[in-house]
């Protein structure tokens, strides 16, 4: 048994052993787990892949005189504005009003390369926003606050994909060709950090990890997040399971690891590089990160049917051969991510762990509590939504508006005297959640 502790220190006298996902798989071919756990103390994984569920949150700072921007654009992409007076947010899907081959993905990789960016904003004007428009070039240098917070990445492992239909199909997995012509899949096999610790034992809420060449931050699980989904032999989860939401500074990121991209007929998205850092606390552990592109295996889906339905499972090992079987037809296979800038990153983030340059943390919650997806249903039939008559929520903004004294604040205390209230409207006027007569009036 080791803790996170315990390595930290030997990270930092530069006496730690790290490997790489693949460098372990190797050891564990001569070595057994109880040995992998006394010698080696950390692994780091990585993964390269486009995932559509990315974006960042830009702060554009404040315009003289100052505006609310309500619509923003930047050079022909739109940036949602319904965050504060200059916060937005951009999705890396989000397409060009002008062209859908380019979108937020390609925005963001610009800003993080330093790119000069045409922004666009209006709004409808106010007594302390008074401006409506702005029009002017921008860039990471210029604008306050800009960091990637992507809702869903890391796939702990994605299903491959073919096609049994008599036409072409473009998906997020790629051309798919008719009558099983190939076959597709995504995930970084023995190199996914969710696949080096399927249960989640040391990934966690504050897992410091690798994202886009800066350190980033695990946030909470990501979206499509499930935990009880079947597992193979040696417990790895066959098929799509957990997920993480990633937070990082986007100023302080690498271009190189970070690609704005577009698959035909589906849409752009974003090859994000993550690499996380697993320490091995243990026996169980050491047995996890060991485990080889063949004994991971994954589903394989019919993107030619509805549903997609299951039409078998491979493992990683017959997937990167470049050939598998199905119904005893030889057919080809490729990756939609990228193996030599997986391994790049997992090197890199066991450089910066050898200089001890990058330590570990503690995570401050792990998530296994029971998560499962649901299905979108239509619903035809329902109540309305009504708004409810508002109440007070004792904010006191009304309190200096009252010329009377019947409003007050004694000790944080909301107090309302019925007796010196004449009913003039000036507290009503500025209420923020829309009371119309004084409390108890």
């Known amino acids: 048994m080791k803790t996170i502790e315990q390595i930290n220190e030997k990270i930092k006298n530069k006496k730690a052993v790290i490997l790489t996902a693949e460098e372990v798989v190797k050891l564990a071919k001569e070595s057994s ?98 401006r409506k428009y702005f029009e002017g070039y921008v860039n990471k240098d210029m604008i306050n606050d800009f960091f990637l917070f992507n809702p869903r990445n890391a796939y702990q ?89 990633v937070i990082g500074d986007a100023k302080k990121m690498n271009p190189r690891y970070l690609r704005a991209a577009y698959f035909k007929n589906y849409g752009v998205t974003l090859f994000v590089g993550i690499g996380v850092p697993i320490p091995v606390l243990n026996e169980e552990i050491a047995y996890h990160v060991s485990r080889s592109n063949q004994e991971i295996e994954t589903e394989l889906r019919d993107y030619g049917k509805p549903g997609r339905p299951i039409i078998g499972w491979v493992n990683y090992s017959q997937l990167r051969s470049g050939w598998i079987d199905i119904n005893g037809r030889k057919v080809k296979t490729s990756s939609i991510s990228s193996l030599p800038m997986a391994r790049e990153i997992a090197w890199v983030l066991k450089e910066w762990i050898s200089e001890g340059k990058f330590l570990l943390t503690q995570p401050v919650k792990l998530f296994h509590e029971e998560y499962t997806v649901k299905g979108l249903v239509e619903k035809t039939e329902g109540e309305a939504f009504k708004t409810k008559e508002p109440t007070c929520v004792d904010c006191g903004l009304c309190v200096s508006l009252c010329s009377f004294d019947a409003l007050m604040l004694a000790d944080g205390k909301f107090l309302f005297n019925a007796e010196k209230c004449v009913m003039c409207g000036a507290c009503a006027d500025a209420c923020p959640v829309g009371v119309k007569l004084p409390p108890n009036g």
Request: glycine content about 12%; proline content about 5%.
């Open 33 to 130: 787990p109880e040995q992998i756990a006394q010698t080696v103390d950390v692994v780091t994984t990585a993964t390269f892949a486009p995932m559509c569920s990315s974006g960042a949150f830009i702060n554009f700072g404040h315009t003289t005189p100052p505006m609310r921007m309500e619509s923003i654009d930047l050079t022909g992409v739109e940036v949602y504005g319904g965050l504060a007076a200059v916060d937005g947010y951009i999705g890396a899907t989000q397409e060009s009003k002008d062209d859908k081959s380019f979108g937020g993905a390609h925005i963001i990789e610009a800003l993080i390369s330093g790119k000069d960016l045409y922004l666009r904003a209006s709004g409808k004007g106010t007594d302390c926003y008074p």
């Open 157 to 245: 492992n994605y299903a491959a994909a073919t096609n049994s239909s008599d036409k072409t199909v473009y998906t997020y997995m790629g051309k798919l060709l008719p009558n099983y012509g190939n076959v597709t899949y995504s995930t970084s096999g023995e190199l996914s950090p969710l696949l080096k610790d399927p249960k989640m034992l040391t990934i966690g809420l504050g897992t410091r990890i690798f994202l886009c060449g800066a350190e980033g931050y695990v946030v909470w699980t990501g979206t499509q997040f499930r935990n009880n989904v079947k597992v193979n032999e040696h417990e790895i989860p066959i098929g799509a399971a957990r997920t993480l939401a």
